[in-house]
């Protein structure tokens, strides 16, 4: 397996966003506003920056309904491509619908939308444009362009505008994270008013938004308040509601700074994808059998990397670690640490496990529901350090590197964090999806531990990669 970059997440330099809101459809998270006048029905702008964890269904970002059968819509379609909707039931059904052809499928990446419509254009193609990361989109699946000056049904309405869900059947919720919400009311912006691209790297990267004329109904949510999310800091204050949505949904991973999650298109699930249900931005995971392996979204050749694990039943099996890119999960009731390639704390018995061979019998008292695993690996010397709840096994100390469970793994390998396991775990890899109660940092002051970040150690996102990794 190579090393894959997540696209458009720059390492540093330019414009800094600080915060997204991570969306979860089982807990039917969504926003909600309804406006108090009617505005501009021909023109207006969606821009959004998105990271997405799962890819089956519908998934709406952008929702304003008079009913099921007059809206405006913007999501992902089940296909795994953008789409725009326009349906009006007194003008004879759909009035717009296109697709392009571009398949989105990283759950590993950011990705920039935008749409700009406006429908007083002569011509056709003119009235709606698709942008994904600073790109026009000229090819597309479906391509059906509402008619000249048309009053979009549900657009700028007093009916309510959702974000995360389809209105009218409370459903086609969104799972992953949004950052950098702006809805532009009056005007059709193009792409560069909202983004750029990096002179070095070629990136596309956000740019400061907070000067740009948004309307009557315009909004920009930048999700940076804990205490009110649905917070518009346009100048307008168009709030929108937060439904299911508390602080701990606010999260630093973002499109200029990338944290790892679990890899949902890389797990063995013993043939049956839904024996593994990931959940909460793909950072918490629900397994109804025993040796399941999902490894992360990022990985590292060199450097050094902490992370931590919630452990949430004390019977089941739970293993984490380590697994090389040579490792290879497969369809079989195996995990990592009982194959090669793969170095791992067994939590449900509290023994070490490295390459086939069970190592340190009886390591430690194996943690208990609601315990805090932690892992620390440097890649550059090949030791690996397991801890639970601010101790380190074995009186392993990974700042000095003394009494690591394992040393000598391969620096010049790849790998990637993992987990096996029959159990409800979740992860944090620095942007958690859990309440952290002591809030540390590692020494570039990036995350937020449960427990003190060893010297030299990160967390793993693109800022520190691109430092260390």
Known sequence: MSLIIPANTLA?????????LRFNSGSSDYLTRTPSSASNRRTCTVSLWV??????????????????????????????????????????????????????????????????????????????????????????NDSNYPSQNLDIEGLNTTNPVDIGRRTSNNDNLF???????????????????????????????????????F?????????????ALGNDVSGNTNNFTV?????????????????????????????????????????????????RTFPATIGFSSGKW??????????????????????????????IGSTNNGWVFGCDGGSTYGDGVEGNTGYTAAPNAGDIVQVAFNADDGKI?????????????????????????????????????????EANFGSPSFAISSGNTDGNGYGNFEYAVPSGYYSLNTKNLSEYG
């Open 215 to 227: 309307g009557t109904n315009g909004f920009y949510l930048d999700f940076e308040d804990s205490s």
């Open 385 to 425: 350090y397991f801890g639970v709840n601010g101790t380190w096994q074995n009186s392993g100390n990974p700042a000095t590197g003394t009494n690591p469970a394992y040393t000598g793994l391969d620096t010049s390998l790849f790998y990637f964090p993992c987990a096996s396991t029959g159990s409800d775990v």
């Open 51 to 140: 990271k997405q964890s799962i890819l089956t269904g519908n998934r709406v970002f952008f929702d304003q309904e008079v009913n099921g059968s007059n809206f405006i819509r913007f999501y992902l379609d089940s296909n795994n491509r953008l789409a725009f909707y326009i349906e009006d039931s007194s003008a004879g059904g759909t009035q717009a619908l296109l697709k392009p052809s571009a398949l989105l499928r990283d759950v590993s990446a950011w990705y920039h939308f935008v749409i700009a419509v406006d429908v007083t254009q002569a011509t056709e193609s003119n009235r709606v444009k698709m942008y994904i990361n600073g790109e026009l989109q000229t090819s597309f």
């Open 175 to 213: 799972n992953g994270y949004i950052s950098e919400f702006c809805f532009i009311d009056g005007l059709a912006l193009a792409a560069d008013q909202f983004g750029e691209f990096d002179e070095d790297s070629g990136i596309w990267k956000p740019i400061d938004v907070s000067g740009l004329t």
């Open 243 to 291: 439904n299911n949505l508390t602080a701990i949904d606010q999260s630093t991973d973002t499109c200029t700074n990338n944290f790892a999650t679990w890899n949902p298109l890389w797990s063995q699930s013993n043939g049956n994808i839904g024996d593994v249900v990931f959940s909460e931005g793909n950072l918490k995971t629900t397994t109804s059998a025993n040796y």
């Open 306 to 335: 902490y992370w931590e694990i919630k452990r949430y039943e004390d019977t089941a099996d739970m293993h984490t670690g380590v697994m090389s890119e040579l490792a290879t999960p497969a369809n079989t009731a195996t995990w």
């Open 12 to 20: 540093s330099g330019g414009y800094e966003v600080a915060n997204s």
